[in-house]
């Protein structure tokens, strides 16, 4: 640096001025905040994969931020300064889109979830979900329905085999998927309703016994990203909307148990 300085020295003021705004201008590039992402929790473990590529890839950073889709919609309303939303449903996104919140050409689906009940006791959850009939278990863990898309698709579950009501007084209410998940690896809840993502890797579960939903049991779990009004001048930004499309984000995506 000392060599650069007595260069400097030696300069017109007008030829210094242009260096030191072309060293500044290189300074904050090369510290640029990373870019914030809020991603909805079910999405946990497949956002971290791709995020890391995506930044060894493209020399970009990354902040995320995991939680319920209805939190984050709370939050950005509040001037949250969040760039890109990868909700757990379609209609946030929109939603914010038609509150002049959000970038609505920008939307689409970057993954299709799946609900799963879960618990931590092998062979303890069957392959047809009669378990929550047989009310053998102590708690149900779901996450918040009114705030996240994964614990309403859970209430459309019980209700669609007719034990909504009747087991009620079990249902222990999580704020969000991940912290459902929580307390079914816990063992404060016995079982509970989770993402597919979260107990299952490569098509196999890493544990316990589980019963995949059948998609006709709810609404579909369609995944939306979208562009927020903050990340409208952030080249990162689009250039993540843009890798999640890749064939590289889809392989990794699919891996977790989503599909696309």
Known sequence: ????????????????????????????????????????????????????????????????????????????????????????????????????????????????????????????????GAIPKSESFTRLAIANPKLAPYGAAALETLTKLGLRDRIAPKIVEAANIAQSFQFVASENATLGFVAMSQVYERGKLKEGSAWLVPTSFHSPINQDAILLNPGKDQPAALALLNFLKTDKAKTMIRSFGYDL
């Not at 809020?38 to 497949?46: E, H, K, L, R, W």
């Not at 509040?78 to 209609?91: M, R, V």
């Open 1 to 128: 640096m000392s060599w650069l300085i007595l260069r400097l020295g030696f300069m017109s003021r007008k030829l210094r001025i242009i260096w030191l705004s072309l060293l500044s201008l290189a300074s904050l590039t090369l510290h640029a905040a990373p870019l914030q992402v809020a991603v909805a929790s079910n999405f946990m473990g497949p956002m971290n994969a791709v995020a890391s590529v995506f930044e060894r890839d493209t020399g970009h950073k990354l902040q995320l931020s995991f939680g319920a889709t209805g939190q984050f919609y709370a939050q950005i309303r509040n001037g949250a300064p969040f760039a890109i939303l990868l909700a757990a449903d379609k209609e946030t996104p929109l939603k914010l889109a038609r509150e002049g919140l959000a970038v609505e050409a920008t939307a689409f689906t970057y993954a299709k979830g799946r609900l799963v009940l879960w618990s931590k006791r092998p062979n303890f959850v069957d392959n047809d």
